[in-house]
Every structure is written in C-alpha cells, then in structure tokens.
C-alpha cells in the first residue's frame, strides 16, 4: 500500500504542471466564451497567454511550449469559426491563430529565462548565506580539528555523501589502502589544486572525488567524497562552491596559526620585558636595605647596644622577605603552580589577620573600620585572600601621608559583597586601573614610595583563581584611591553571627 501511495505521489508530481496548464485553459476560455460578444477574437487571444505565463514561469520552456499549444488549440476550438471544430474559415484568422502561438511561445521562453534566473539568483544567496555562516562559525573556534569538523558538516549536507577533511601529510598515507586509481586522484589534486576522481572531468572513474585547498605554502587540506553507488558525490555545477567552503576553512586555519604564532612571540617579548624589569628592580630595590643591613651589622659588631641600627636592619631583612615573597607569589601565578583550598571564611577575621600581620605597617595610622555586624561567610582560600588583604593594605600604607588614616569597609550589594581599601594618597593621576595591575607597573605618582609593583598584579592573580572581582578608582570625596574586592552571591555561604571588629 505505501508503494502504491508512493508511486502515485511521484506521477502526481510528474503530471501536475499540466492539471495546473489544462484548468488555466479551462477558466480562461471560460472567460473568454463570456467576453466573445463584447471583445474582437485579437483581443480574446491574449487571455490564452496567461495560461502559458503560469505554467512556463513555474515548470520551465519545454512545458510552456506544450501549454501555449494546448492554448492555440483552444483558442481555435471555442472561439475562432466555425466555432468547435479545428477548421479555419477566414484568413484573418489564420493569422490571429500564427500570431497567438508565436506570441505563446515567446512569453514561455522569456518566462522560462525568468525562472532559471531567479533560480541562480536563490541559489547564489543560499551559497552565500551557507559559506557566510561556516566563515562566522570557523571565526568562533580555536583549534584546527574543530575547524575541520565545522567543514565536514557543512560539506556533509550539500554533498549528502561521506566527507572527510585531513592535512594532506595525515591523508595521504591512510589512502595507501584505497584503490591505485583513487591514490593517484589524490596526489593528482594536491599537484595540480583542481579537483579529481569521480564526478571530476580527470580520473573520473575513481570510487571518490577528492579536492584541495592550500593553508600555506607548506600545509594543505585534503578533502574526500564518497559514496557506495554509482552516483557523483557532489555535480560538476556545484564544485567551485564547495572548493569556495574548502578555501574558507584554509583561510580561518591559516589564520589561528598566524594568531597563535603572534600570541607565542608576544608572550616571549613579555617575558623577555618581564626579566629585564627584574633584574632592574633588583638592582635597584636591593642595594638599599642590603645597605642597611650591612651597617647596621658594623655598627652592632661596635656597639651591641645600639638598637637603632638593629632596627634598620630588621626592617632591611623584612623588606628584602617581603621582596623575596611577592616575586614567589607572582612567579606562582604566572606557572599556575598554586592549588586552592576552598573553605568557609569569616571576611571579619580575615581582615583582622590581615591587619595583625601588618602591625608595623599601620603602627602610626588610624584604621578605620565600616562593617556590619552580621556578614556572611564566603567560600574561599583564607591564605590567597589574606595576601591580597595584606598586599592592598601595604599599597595604601605606602602611597598615603604619614599618619593618615586607613578605611576599610564591608558592604551588602543585590549580588554580592564588597570590600573596600581606601587611602588619603594621590590617587592614581593619568594612569588607568587596569595598568596599575601589571606587574612592575607603580603608576604615576609612585616615584616616590618604596616596592617593585608587584603586590597589585598578585592581587589581580589571586582574585581571579578565587572568582573574585577587583576593580579600583579615585576617592570622588577627597584625594585618595579606592580599591573594590566583589565577591558574587556565588561566593557567599550565610549570614555570620559574629560581631564586627
């Protein structure tokens, strides 16, 4: 029954161009049978051209030829006399019944031209639409195999065929199995750039159709078609666009590797960059407390009971630690070589211990503390969160007057929680926030303060393992810089009971 049902839809499909041909004939005689004592024959006539507009507009010449016959044979059965037979009686006529059909055919033709026209034009813009949307998606990718997948699916449904794209290199010695014919076919289209095997005009009697497109002068893409019967993979008509896909994916691929070298030798010129600001500010940041420590040694080796000098070089030993950590800490980040330990944080003992470890820091200084009594915990790496609480505090120590006052503040926002160090120095003058967390970068009025710019950059670091947003800007109430820790709702686990600091 399916059969059945099957091979009636086909000849149904087959025939309908003449259903729509013979009931257009129909209702235009009918119309015209209607008219005929109020229109001359020459008038009636060009009702018969519609019929053959419709047909030949839609199905193409040959059946608007046949329908403009079916149209004249018409014409003449119902309206030309002696009405209901083929006879001619009148040479007038005769002609009316030359100029209809020319007229019949010329309007099939121009139509038919019509129709393969805006049948070019469809699918030159499906052409383009396909190969703009494989260029936006092999944009979207960052590696070769991907790229190479997105081709096969493309290429998959306009050839509805086996395809597989690899380097030419990779390709061709898993051919060696294939037949000698198909071998050749290949190497044939890697020498020449054109494409060969079946349904190709060389090689066609191979069992697959293959094509190329070059990455560079080294690299190419071998593409493969095949199918199991005896049909072309993809038509003779249809292969400048799928080379035009092939040399789309070429292109992108040649790309990311041009990218990718680019990102290599700008990642080389930073390090390069990086090693020298290093051994500058060594040269620098360390002949000053090493200095220090050395004479206050002499001077202890003199006189033990001098405590001043003991005091400056226990502050050249801390400061040189404090050197020695940062460059630890960023050397870390920069090799990813740090494990997080994710636990539940309380934020208020977290900025007590930072503050504990920066006693001598802030021995001289106001600290002043805005925060709720009730914060909740965030989920965290106490120790990563305490370097970037002591590496903030630090930077405000450093850049503020002496004796000025500190501000750290812990607030609810709708989508997190935010934390704030806030200082009375100059603020950042012309340079942006997102230098200032570069490493080795002090900003514009950092001549004069003791460091290496580091402490910044390790706490972007840390604040982007822990999911944390950093962000900083100018007080807006009075000279000073602000920097804004943000931890998301993500981060937070519930509401603390402990009371503030």
């Known amino acids: 029954m399916k059969l059945d049902e099957s091979r009636l839809l086909a000849w149904y499909r087959s025939v309908r161009w003449l259903f729509l041909g013979v009931g257009a004939i129909a209702l235009v005689t009918f119309v015209a049978v209607l008219l005929s004592r109020q229109l001359s024959l020459a008038n009636l006539a060009f009702l018969f051209i519609l019929p053959v507009i419709a047909v030949s507009g839609r199905y193409g010449l040959m059946r608007g030829s046949i329908t403009a016959a079916l149209s004249t044979l018409a014409f003449n059965f119902f309206l030309v006399p002696p009405r209901y037979t083929l006879l001619i009686s009148d040479t007038d006529n005769v002609v009316t019944l030359a100029a209809l059909f020319a007229v019949a055919f010329a309007v099939s033709n121009f139509a038919a031209r019509l129709q393969e026209q805006a049948s070019a034009a469809r699918q030159n813009a499906a052409d383009s639409e396909a190969i703009a949307k494989l260029t936006s998606k092999l944009g979207q990718l960052t590696t070769e195999a991907a790229m190479r997948q997105s081709l096969v699916d493309a290429l998959s449904s306009e050839a509805n065929c086996a395809v597989t794209v690899n380097e030419a290199d990779d390709a061709l010695p898993g051919l060696a199995a294939a037949s000698p014919i198909d071998l050749a076919a290949a190497r044939w289209a890697l020498a020449h750039g054109d494409a060969a095997g079946r349904g190709a005009a060389i090689m066609g009697s191979a069992d697959s159709l293959f094509l190329t497109s070059r990455i560079d002068d080294e690299r190419a893409l071998l593409v493969r078609f095949w199918r199991g019967d005896t049909l072309d993979p993809v038509a003779l008509s249809r292969l400048p666009f799928v080379q035009s896909m092939a040399d789309r994916c070429s292109e992108a691929i040649d790309r990311l590797c041009v990218a990718d070298a680019r990102r290599s030798l700008e990642a080389r010129a930073q390090q390069d960059a990086m090693r020298e600001a290093l051994l500058a500010s060594f040269g620098h940041d360390m002949r000053t407390p090493l200095t220090a420590i050395k004479s206050g040694l002499a001077a202890l080796k003199d006189d033990p009971g001098n405590s001043a000098a003991l005091q400056a070089a226990n502050e050249g030993t801390d400061r040189l630690e404090w050197l020695f950590a940062n460059l630890v800490d960023l050397a870390r980040i920069r090799a990813g070589a740090f494990s997080l330990q994710l636990e539940a944080v309380d934020i208020t003992d977290a900025i007590g211990s930072a503050l504990d470890a920066m006693k001598r820091q802030t021995e001289n200084r106001e600290i002043v503390l805005d925060m709720p009594q009730s914060l909740p915990l965030v989920r965290s790496d106490a ?48 340079s942006t926030g997102s230098e200032l967390f570069l490493p080795f970068d002090r900003g514009a009025n950092a001549s004069s303060a003791p460091g290496t710019g580091l402490g910044l950059a390790i706490v972007a670091g840390y604040a982007k393992a822990l999911g944390i947003g950093v962000h900083c800007s100018n007080r807006t109430d009075r000279n000073g810089a602000e920097f804004a820790l943000f931890f998301p709702a993500a981060c937070l686990i519930g509401e603390s009971n402990e009371e503030g600091i």
């Open 383 to 430: 120790r990563l969160l305490h370097h970037i609480l002591v590496n903030l505090i630090d930077n405000a120590c450093k850049f503020s007057p002496a004796c000025s006052a500190i501000e750290i503040g812990v607030g609810h926002q709708a989508d997190g929680l935010a934390l704030t160090v806030r200082d009375a120095g100059p603020g950042f003058g012309s």
